[in-house]
């Protein structure tokens, strides 16, 4: 079954104003990733946050981890148009600390920001 | 780090045959991930390739079908054999250059249209 659930499945914003989309899973973690993805092309790792963090930026990112409710949040804050693009998070939940790369999916968030 | 090359970046096949994608990466890595993304959805892990032995799939995947050679630690092939319409998806080749808990980087993906 997917492991990861996003929501909203689109969004749509004007440039200046912050994104947040949301992913849920639903087994244990070692840890959760967010990666951007630009019209169809190769994926483009944006933070890792392990299953003992909190909270963690990156730049204008802001990720959350709840592992209580199994859900994690993606803010980018002062969005640009070229922020447009679809985003996914991906959970490691392999035995032993670590899938080794075998990551699990959402089914990813469509942001589109208007100049 | 990792720069990975795909090869086709598209094409459009026709029922019945076969399409080789290729993978070169810029570093040597002990595993490469060969995902599919079917249009609109999200990212599917194919297989595991390693060096020296025969690759890992994942449920719902199989040899015959999707073939991959991997013959040292910069480069492996995914064949997708015997096309139908419902193998039109993005194929993607991933490394987690690390080793352990991290990031992956991918390649542009490789677009197949079949017909």
Known sequence: SQQGEEDPQALSIQEGENATMNCSYKTSINNLQWYRQNSGRGLVHLILIRSNEREKHSGRLRVTLDTSKKSSSLLITASRAADTASYFCATDSGAGGTSYGKLTFGQGTILTVHP | ?115
């Open chain 2, 1 to 115: 780090s990792a720069v990975i090359s795909q090869k086709p970046s598209r094409d459009i096949c026709q029922r019945g045959t076969s399409l080789t994608i290729q993978c070169q990466v810029d570093s040597q890595v002990t595993m490469m991930f060969w995902y599919r993304q079917q249009p609109g959805q999200s990212l599917t892990l194919i297989a595991t390739a390693n060096q020296g032995s025969e690759a890992t799939y994942e449920s719902g995947f199989v040899i015959d079908k999707f073939p991959i050679s991997r013959p040292n630690l910069t480069f492996s092939t995914l064949t997708v054999s015997n096309m139908s319409p419902e193998d039109s998806s993005i194929y993607l080749c991933s490394v987690e250059p690390s080793g352990g808990p991290g990031e992956l980087f991918f390649g542009e993906g490789s677009r197949l249209t079949v017909l």
